[in-house]
């Protein structure tokens, strides 16, 4: 069927929520997956893709809502992408993501599972994130009610659209982060546009200003990294001493050169504007570095309890030989490391490693050991052999889960237990299904990370069998 003659489905009821967060109904015997909308509403829906078992649509028409619906908080809404659950009741989120984790468990998964306990909710259901990252835009993208209206295109700093790489919606308010990320980007926004700075153009790869990274920590202290398109000019200096004059919060300011293609900097250098490369994080009796390029949990209240639950279920007396495999800035190396013999972290980014050492000398912890590399190439048969079999082995991979060579590698250290915490409970769940033989789910604890949004974390325990 083309997409011109895709029907418009009419006064159609919402069951429950799918996969990805999308919305679920059933019509003439087709599965139905929209965004923007939650059980109970009633919609028209333009379809807007349609196969043998489903169809995709959006909606056009908000027939009557359904009695959970409730206003969304930011202007945004519907458009940029991201929180796309402010019309649902925190309370019916975390219920929603409890059944996902639950689906996901039993029905990929296919093992046999105890209770899963209740998930553990978020203090911060706004202001929680501490690491936003932004994009400039020569031409902000406009909606069709805006062009029908003549609002004329101007530079525009915010979110992409979602799967448009070149289409950035410009952003004045984001209730993501404190206050503070609203105050500095809209001033960088406002001062580049006033002294006839470039931004970026996706298409001719040209433009002086090209990304913005902020991150804070609990101190209300701020890190800036201003990544330009081009070889800074006297007018890109003039916009990090005013980043640097208009924000005491601002204790770490740096800059980088991005000339390739894409916007990664993971393999490009970051110089330091004023203040230090850094800033730091505490959690419990921990100081934790943390770099422009480091991994660390974007929501840090909630990372503390994620880190609690690991600990504990990792069940350490002391004697134990612990892998954390993915550490990251070794975050969590570092919060078990005073109940282990050793812990050895490995994760893939350098610098992050970098960081974990440098964290773990900061906190007077020497019974430490990380190594950076790809953990296929890194976790082998030779490096158990060196360093030890694991009593223990914590693991929080990435949203993909784990390689079948590092399980395979892991099921041939055979720990006593393993700790798994996951972004995706998904691929989690695949995972889990390939220990199984050898291992067996005996906890269950999700973690909410990401109000308004489906996502969630979730942390199992598996023992041998």
Known sequence: MGRKNLPLLKDITIESIAAEGKALAHVDGLVLFVPYCIPGDRVDIQVTRKKHSFMEGRVERLVSPSPLRQSARCGHYGICGGCKWQILPYSEQLRWKQNQVEDNLQRIGKVSLPPISPILGSEQEYAYR????????????????????????????????????????????????????????????????????????????????????????????????????????????GLLDYVHQQFAEVVSLQYCINLKMNDTIGDQEVLVWYGQDHIVETMENLRFKIGPKSFYQTNTLQAQRLYEVARDMAALTGKELVYDLYTGTGTIAQFVAAKARQVIGIEYVEDAIADARVNAEVNGIDNTLFFAGDMKDILTEAFVAEHGRPDVIITDPPRAGMHEDVIRVILQAAPERIVYVSCNPATQARDLNLMDEHYRVTRIQPVDMFPQTHHVENVVLLEKR
């Open 130 to 237: 501490n690491k936003l990252e932004f994009t400039f835009a020569d031409h902000r993208w406009l909606t069709p009610e805006q062009l029908r209206a003549g609002v004329p295109f101007e530079p525009g700093l915010g979110f992409h659209i979602p799967n448009c790489f070149d289409k950035v919606l410009d952003i004045r308010t984001c209730y993501l982060m404190p206050e503070l990320n609203n105050r500095i980007r809209n001033a960088v926004r406002e001062y580049a546009i006033e002294h006839g700075m470039t931004f970026y153009n996706e298409h001719t790869h040209q433009g002086q200003l090209r990304t913005l990274m902020l991150r804070t920590n609990q101190k209300g202290e701020a890190m800036v990294v201003l990544v330009f398109g081009e070889e800074l000019t006297e007018q890109g200096k």
